[in-house]
């Protein structure tokens, strides 16, 4: 990719356009051109400011981004966190099992493990150690 081809790509993806109308004016690959953007931070709605991309998302202060990293979105862990608990209705959450306890009977929901078998750690431990039963 010559330093003209990104320049394009820089100044087309700061405009707005998608992948596949920059690869059909520079002759190249639409994965190229999203390669490019990806490793340059030039992906996702650029329409934002480039101000606010360089701001916490909770607390606002600014960000130090570092070349060659994952784009920053928070200035510390405890922002992060902060910021997802007062905004759960935006996890993607993929990985959500619906089950019925060995122990109790009572169905649950689980996320990220596809083989629990029981609704809470009191469960387990009366049907492992206490010969079943569950939560009376």
Same mark, same amino acid.
């Given at each position: 990719?010559?330093?003209?081809?990104?320049?394009?790509?820089?100044?087309?993806?700061?405009?707005?356009?998608?992948?596949?109308?920059?690869?059909?004016?520079?002759?190249? %690959?639409?994965?190229? &051109?999203? #390669?490019? @953007?990806? $490793?340059?931070?030039?992906?996702?709605?650029? =329409?934002?400011?480039?101000?606010?991309?360089?701001?916490?998302?909770?607390?606002?202060?600014?960000?130090?981004?570092?070349?060659?990293?994952?784009?920053?979105?928070?200035?510390?862990?405890?922002?992060?966190?902060?910021?997802?608990?007062?905004?759960?209705?935006?996890?993607?959450?993929?990985? %959500?099992?619906?089950? &019925?306890? #060995?122990? @109790?009977? $009572?169905?649950?929901?689980?996320?990220?493990? =596809?083989?629990?078998?029981?609704?809470?750690?009191?469960?387990?431990?009366?049907?492992?150690?206490?010969?079943?039963?569950?939560?009376?």
């Amino acid at each position: 990719m010559t330093e003209e081809q990104r320049n394009r790509i820089v100044s087309a993806r700061k405009n707005g356009m998608g992948y596949a109308k920059i690869a059909a004016e520079i002759g190249m %690959t639409k994965n190229a &051109v999203a #390669a490019f @953007c990806r $490793r340059n931070a030039l992906t996702g709605n650029l =329409s934002v400011s480039e101000d606010k991309r360089d701001l916490c998302r909770e607390c606002g202060k600014p960000l130090v981004q570092e070349d060659g990293m994952k784009t920053r979105v928070f200035c510390s862990s405890d922002c992060k966190t902060k910021w997802w608990r007062e905004h759960p209705e935006k996890m993607n959450h993929k990985a %959500t099992y619906q089950f &019925v306890c #060995a122990a @109790c009977g $009572r169905p649950f929901e689980a996320y990220g493990n =596809s083989k629990r078998k029981y609704c809470s750690h009191s469960c387990y431990i009366n049907a492992r150690f206490k010969g079943g039963g569950g939560h009376e």
